[in-house]
């Protein structure tokens, strides 16, 4: 029943900066020097010291007698200038992103979604009217390709340099065009492109060997050797995945072309490493996306209805997997 208040003390430590105030000194401080450095002129050391002790409990912080709060690898996570969680924590835990979630009765009652129950319009619409959330939401993609590119990067890499010289990679749902990026600096041979929504090329900065194209997937999508997908079909219904994934066929070579997705893969009986974060991730799509889903095994062989016949899923040391079609 209380779990939110772990994620709103999390919101708070990034917010005051914590992890970086201790990490700037390079060794453990004291409640005093960390409240010495927070961005206020009276700061509650009361308040700070109980915030800290709940965060040193989740096994963020440690800490020793007499207090003083070390940085772990743990809390290296919130640091603001790194490859870390605290632009998704802005997100997840920012009003915009919250007021959904109040919703979910509604969802189940009346099977709507919550996102526009709450915004008056889907997640997209409301991205393209409002730059500061449109802004919001892409650092917090950035943040999570970056942890996610790593483990892709590692378990794929053999894909990816099998491909031809020459050969076009298209990341589509791409963001600002930062994980094609790393792809195509660590595969030179390969020539990028990202693929996004206008509002979202807008934004996007340039890369060596990427070029940025904007457009909805919709309707059609860029001609390619191969398309990357990062956590973009679970934000959809079924039907609305066959409609994608048929514009995907229409894009791809006919004997040699392929789909590289990077998704959750529900795995029964709570088996796999993050089973109970992709059930945590599939409610998460009933309060933020419209009709989307995590999906199983068994739902994923939906890919052939859309003129897929062959795909192998393989496990990486990250949430999703790799769905190669």
């Known amino acids: 029943m209380l779990s939110f208040a772990e994620s709103m003390a999390l919101k708070c430590a990034v917010e005051l900066r914590i992890a970086d105030i201790i990490n700037s000194h390079g060794h453990p401080i004291t409640l005093q020097e960390i409240a010495a450095s927070i961005d206020s002129p009276s700061p509650d050391v009361d308040y700070l010291a109980r915030l800290m002790r709940l965060l040193v409990d989740k096994c963020i912080f440690t800490s020793s007698q007499p207090i003083a709060d070390d940085i772990k690898d743990s809390s290296k996570w919130l640091l ?36 526009t129950k709450a915004h008056g319009c889907d997640i997209w619409d409301f991205a ?17 390709s970056k942890v996610v590119l790593k483990a892709l990067l590692s378990a794929y890499g053999e894909g990816f340099a099998g491909m031809g010289s020459g050969s076009v990679v298209v990341d589509v749902g791409g963001g600002t065009g930062m994980a094609v990026a790393e792809i195509v600096k660590t595969h030179p041979h390969i020539k990028g492109i990202n693929f996004d929504l206008p509002h979202v090329i807008d934004t996007a900065p340039q890369y060596p060997g990427v070029s940025h194209i904007a457009g909805d997937m919709f309707a059609s999508i860029p001609k390619a050797d191969a398309h990357i997908l990062r956590w973009v079909l679970h934000d959809w219904s079924d039907e609305n995945c066959i409609n994608i994934l048929k514009n995907f066929r229409k894009a791809l070579p006919e004997k040699n072309g392929k789909i590289i997705f990077v998704e959750v893969v529900l795995e029964p009986e709570g088996e796999g490493l993050f089973s109970e974060t992709g059930l945590v991730f599939d409610f998460l799509m009933i309060a933020l996306s419209s009709g989307g889903r995590e999906r199983t095994k068994i739902e994923w062989k939906k890919l052939q209805e859309a003129g897929f016949p062959r795909y192998k899923i393989i496990q990486i040391l990250a949430l999703p997997y790799i769905i190669e079609a």
Do not use: R
């Not at 802005?90 to 979910?104: G, Q």
């Open 80 to 115: 603001k200038d790194s490859s870390s969680s605290s632009p998704s924590l802005a997100e997840i835990d920012h009003p915009w992103f919250m007021a959904p979630w109040h919703y979910l009765t509604k969802c189940v009652q009346e099977g709507s979604v919550a996102f």
């Open 128 to 144: 393209a009217a409002n730059p500061e959330f449109n802004n919001l939401f892409n650092e917090s993609m950035a943040c999570t």
